[in-house]
């Protein structure tokens, strides 16, 4: 089944606590982004990787690091994280720049 | 800059009413595209539709249309004849691939069908 699955669903953790958070498509799609999803705010783009070792920001990068070393994962990186940024997490993946992006069940991240 | 606009922040319909929601986008590119998706109240986000700014035509989906209008720059949605499982939020979307191909959504649009 073509899917996007992210780990862990759920996270509480503490300020400063460095955490990441996997994400794996299996649909070889060049073009991955995680966003996260705030009340009133709607969804908001983190970071976007165009293929293997290429990546950029997006509107929200501050606090967060990525990496893509293989083309099916793209883990989203909390160095130290903060109580701000405790939000609903998305991975999405699309085959190229054109493409239609499709959704991780998403993580809820809670930090105390 | 790149924008969308959902203003409606939430909206209640009785069932079996007919539901427009709107979505406005600014961008300065002549290629772009435009995407619906549907966020139920498990969380998950559903793809319903992608549109290119080369294509104006309105589509229909069983109940689901989709009305593009370049000239007033907006992307609408409407449900007919609504049922409860179309409760959800709703968000609009655009990507301008000379850009980056950065996403931007609107702010969502929650719609509640009344049984």
């Known amino acids: 089944e073509a899917q996007v699955t992210q780990n862990p669903r759920y996270l509480i953790t503490v300020t400063g606590k460095k955490l990441t958070v996997t994400c794996s498509q299996n649909m070889n799609h060049e073009y991955m982004s995680w966003y996260r999803q705030d009340p009133g705010l709607g969804l908001r783009q983190i970071y976007y990787?165009?293929?293997?070792?290429?990546?950029d920001k997006g509107d929200v990068p501050e606090g967060y690091k990525v990496s893509r070393k293989e083309k099916r994962n793209f883990p989203l990186i909390l160095e130290s994280p903060s109580p701000n940024q405790t939000s609903l997490y998305f991975c999405?993946?699309?085959?190229?720049?054109?493409?239609?992006?499709?959704f991780g069940p998403g993580t809820r991240l809670l930090v105390l | 800059a790149q924008k969308v606009t959902q203003a409606q922040t939430e909206i209640s319909v009785v069932e079996k009413e007919d539901v427009t929601l709107d979505c406005v986008y600014e961008?300065?590119?002549?290629?772009?595209?435009l995407f619906w998706y549907k966020q139920p109240p498990s969380g998950e986000l559903v793809f319903l539709i992608r549109r290119n700014s080369f294509d104006e035509q309105n589509e229909i989906s069983g109940r689901y249309s989709w009305n593009f209008q370049k000239s007033t720059s907006s992307f609408n949605f409407t449900i007919t004849a609504s049922q409860v499982v179309d409760s959800a939020v709703y968000f609009c979307?655009?990507?301008?691939?000379?850009?980056?191909?950065?996403?931007?959504f609107g702010t969502g649009t929650s719609l509640t069908v009344i049984p």
């Open positions: 979307a655009l990507s301008v691939p000379n850009t980056g191909n950065q996403f931007y």
């Open positions: 990787s165009m293929n293997v070792e290429v990546t």
């Open positions: 961008t300065r590119d002549t290629t772009y595209y």
């Open positions: 999405a993946s699309s085959m190229g720049r054109y493409g239609t992006q499709y």
